[in-house]
């Protein structure tokens, strides 16, 4: 039996400091999923607790045959979902951090994504010294662009390893929705980072 | 048969991952040996997961993860907790320590009382019990202009060394690790040279409360100024430690004072002699 596993049984029993380690192992990668999802610091971080707090009230149902990590993705990812909808249904729209407006679904708004591909200097590679800054904000902007479902399914294949088999059950999707998901977020990337034309092959295109 | 282009690239995102069912590992590199359109494609993505790679990962605000337990563990087991409001937590004031431990507060308080008990005899109180008759003319005349100048002094060391204390105790969990006491202790020994001086100075029945109090600071001084940071053991502990022991005393004389402060007669103090 590994740690985790002796950790999740003491925890079962109603070890709260076993609980404790447990949150202590896995909270920022919960963070940095809820952040991914919804693109936002706060509501990540609220997000995250909700996760454990929902995770500690069902934590009798747990069972061993599942991940300890891809049982929490599943609540962090659920959770996110419903914000989501719910933020829809508030009809709020928000900012991302990048400051571009970015619709509640995670899809960049048409106008500004036309905007800033006219305002994008495609056609000079970014100076040397500030490229690692550059790249940075290109990624976290490719990130914002794409539709929910496909930077969840980025994230937790991309940032967290999840095997697509696993992003399926844990999403309740089939798994070829899951690739389908996972190809066509891989695209949205290569456009959004043409910036980069030479590195990702789009030069000349 | 040949594998179409459109299913390699159906592969594609079991192959950019190295999922690839062992099976289908040796026709998809056939395919793209043979078809430079889906090569192209697949390196394309490839680079673009590479630029991913180098994504640095949003982290968490520090204070929140510092708190990021005490929060959860307000919000059980009970419901009835879910409308604590933040500010239980400290989660409210992000520039704030996250977390003081009872005895800084202890030791503030003390200082503070101190320096209160010490300015309340100096200007409002009378000498202690059992002070020599042929001390009255202290009363009487009040303090020379030198001995007003070595209370001021006094007053000013222990505002110094009170800083200097409660600084080092309210520093928070992750600057403690780092502490670099250099400046610290040099303040110290200007500290514990100044304190020679004074205790010679406070050579007045009615200042040796005074002059012990700051003996005993003294010796906290000593400590943290002889402090030998050692890898691996927080300087801060030691500091705490001694202070903690310290404390005691300190405690005892300020006891000592305030019982002296409330024997003395109102009728005895110094602005009615002046």
Redesign the interface.
């Known amino acids: 039996m590994t740690d985790e596993q002796l950790l999740i049984d003491r925890a079962q029993q109603g070890d709260r400091e076993a609980f404790r380690q447990l949150v202590e192992r896995s909270n920022v990668d919960v963070y940095r999923l809820a952040y991914d999802m919804t693109r936002n610091h706060h509501d990540a971080e609220d997000l995250s607790q909700e996760v454990f707090i929902r995770a500690y009230r069902s934590l009798t149902r747990f069972r061993r045959e599942a991940k300890w990590s891809t049982w929490l993705y599943r609540i962090t990812v659920n959770l996110c979902l419903d914000h989501r909808d719910k933020q829809s249904r508030k009809r709020m729209e928000y900012r991302d951090d990048t400051g571009y407006e970015d619709t509640a679904d995670g899809s960049a708004h048409p106008d500004a994504r036309s905007s800033r591909a006219a305002s994008s200097p495609v056609t000079s590679s970014p100076d040397r010294e500030t490229e690692s800054v550059m790249i940075q904000q290109h990624i976290e902007q490719a990130l914002s662009r794409l539709p929910v479902q496909e930077r969840a399914v980025f994230s937790l294949r991309h940032y967290h390893d999840l095997p697509l088999k696993e992003i399926a059950e844990m999403m309740n999707i089939a798994e070829g929705t899951v690739k389908s998901h996972l190809f066509r977020a891989l695209q949205r990337l290569r456009r959004e980072l043409a910036f980069y034309k030479k590195d990702i092959g789009l030069e000349g295109q | 048969m040949m594998m179409t282009c459109e299913r390699s690239?159906?592969l594609?995102?079991?192959a950019?991952?190295s999922?690839l069912a062992p099976g289908l590992q040796n026709e998809f590199a056939a395919h793209l040996a043979s078809c430079p359109s889906c090569r192209?494609?697949f390196?394309?993505?490839q680079?673009?997961?590479?630029?991913?790679n180098?994504?640095?990962?949003?982290?968490?605000?520090r204070d929140?993860?510092e708190s990021?337990?005490d929060?959860?563990?307000a919000?059980?087991p009970a419901d009835d907790k879910k409308s604590r409001p933040a500010v239980a937590s400290g989660a409210s004031y992000p520039g704030r320590p996250a977390r003081v431990p009872a005895w800084a507060y202890g030791i503030a308080a003390v200082l503070l009382m101190a320096v209160g008990v010490y300015l309340g005899r100096t200007y409002f109180g009378g000498p202690p019990p059992g002070v020599p008759r042929n001390d009255e003319h202290l009363l009487s005349t009040g303090p020379t202009p030198d001995e007003d100048s070595t209370s001021d002094q006094a007053v000013a060391y222990l505002e110094r060394s009170k800083n200097l204390l409660i600084g080092l105790t309210n520093l928070d969990e992750e600057h403690r690790s780092s502490l670099d006491l250099s400046r610290n202790q040099e303040v110290s020994r200007e500290l514990i040279q100044q304190a020679n001086v004074l205790t010679v100075a406070l050579n007045r029945p009615d200042q040796q409360q005074m002059r012990r109090l700051i003996q005993d600071l003294e010796v906290i001084l000593l400590q943290l100024a002889n402090i030998d940071v050692k890898p691996g053991v927080p300087a801060i502990e030691l500091v705490q430690k001694g202070v903690d022991q310290r404390s005691i005393l300190l405690k005892i004389n300020l006891e000592e004072m305030r019982a002296i402060a409330r024997r003395s007669p109102p009728n005895q103090s110094k602005k009615t002699n002046l």
């Open positions: 690239r159906e594609f995102p079991e950019l991952y999922e192209t494609e390196e394309a993505l680079a673009t997961l590479q630029i991913m180098q994504r640095i990962q949003p982290q968490p605000n929140f993860l990021y337990w929060r959860l563990n919000r059980f």
